[in-house]
């Protein structure tokens, strides 16, 4: 049974960094493409970045040159450091892996403010 864990989500200062994690396991990792959504309360669900299995990366406009998505084959882990945070950014994170079907994490919350 495929599972998706996140940490390091909380509270920060604007301007301040956060890195997320998000361990998986039940599939073979190194395969999967590997995702960072976020969804504001009463707004729909968006990408922030995603990274192939062979490392190619994207990135949603909103997070350009200040997020930085990674991943540890070795660990099963992906992780997105976020610098520079705005207020904008308050959201629950979600890990998505992808192949040829999609698991999710439960999502853990990041809340910028001061």
């Known amino acids: 049974q495929a599972q998706l864990v996140e940490s390091g989500g909380g509270l920060v200062a604007p301007g301040g960094s956060l890195r997320l994690s998000c361990i998986a396991s039940?599939?073979?990792?190194?395969?999967?493409?590997m995702g960072w959504y976020r969804q504001a309360p009463g707004k729909q669900r968006e990408l922030v970045a995603v990274?192939?299995?062979?490392?190619?990366?994207n990135y949603g406009d909103s997070v350009k040159g200040r997020f930085t998505i990674s991943r540890d084959n070795a660990k099963n882990t992906v992780y997105l450091q976020m610098n520079s945070l705005k207020p904008e950014d308050t959201a629950v994170y979600f890990c998505?892996?992808?192949?040829?079907?999609?698991?999710w994490g439960q999502g853990t919350q990041v809340t910028v403010s001061s």
């Open positions: 039940g599939i073979n990792f190194s395969s999967y493409a």
């Open positions: 998505k892996a992808r192949r040829f079907t999609e698991y």
């Open positions: 990274i192939g299995s062979g490392g190619t990366t």
